[in-house]
């Protein structure tokens, strides 16, 4: 009888707490993220141009180097890469940016990051830009970063501090668990 009201009493909670998770399922703790690292990718200034489009303003950027530093993954941003970029008649830019990196034990790994800038001013900063990115990796199987192949990896994209004298943005990266 007592391992029957330990049951019953164990499937009560259960339902409790699965109704209290549903009852608001677009909360702001609905997703945890894990810091993967922090690159800086210098660039090429020399823009390559297709020039307006049906679509807007084409342009590519070279990636031409760089590093990657965080807690699981250190590398170097091999020069080759490109940042295939659309100025869209709203003052938006969407970036579609393809490059390798290559780990300090020898991996590597390809990266596909799409990003969208998009102006959104505040009375304290009128020059504010929203600039989010959805990264994808292509790691070797087999490799310690086959992990990476697993997962939705959200990112941010700003100018380096001193971009003017040495052309580079910081991309920032964090897993979404």
């Known amino acids: 009888m007592r391992a029957i009201q330990l049951f019953g009493t164990l499937l009560l909670l259960i339902i409790v707490r699965s109704v209290s998770a549903q009852e608001n399922p677009n909360r702001d703790d609905r997703f945890d993220t894990r810091f993967v690292y922090e690159s ?3 660039i090429d200034m020399n823009r390559a141009t297709v020039g307006p489009s049906k679509y807007g303003e084409r342009g590519i950027i070279w990636i031409t180097g760089g590093d990657v530093k965080g807690p699981k993954i250190n590398a170097e941003v091999l020069s080759g890469g490109g940042d295939w970029q659309l100025g869209r008649p709203d003052g938006s830019q969407e970036l579609k940016a393809r490059y390798a990196i290559k780990t300090t034990d020898g991996h590597v790994i390809l990266v ?3 990003a969208i800038i998009a102006p959104r001013p505040t009375p304290d ?3 504010n830009e929203y600039a989010r990115s959805v990264l994808n990796f292509e790691a070797p199987l087999g490799s310690p970063y086959e992990w990476m ?6 990112g941010t994209v700003e100018p380096a501090p ?3 004298d040495d052309p580079a943005v910081i991309i920032r990266v964090w897993e979404l668990l």
Not at 149 to 154: Q, V
């Open 40 to 42: 800086r990718v210098t």
């Open 112 to 114: 596909h990051n799409s």
């Open 125 to 127: 900063n009128p020059k």
């Open 149 to 154: 192949n697993n997962a939705i990896f959200l």
């Open 162 to 164: 001193n971009f003017e």
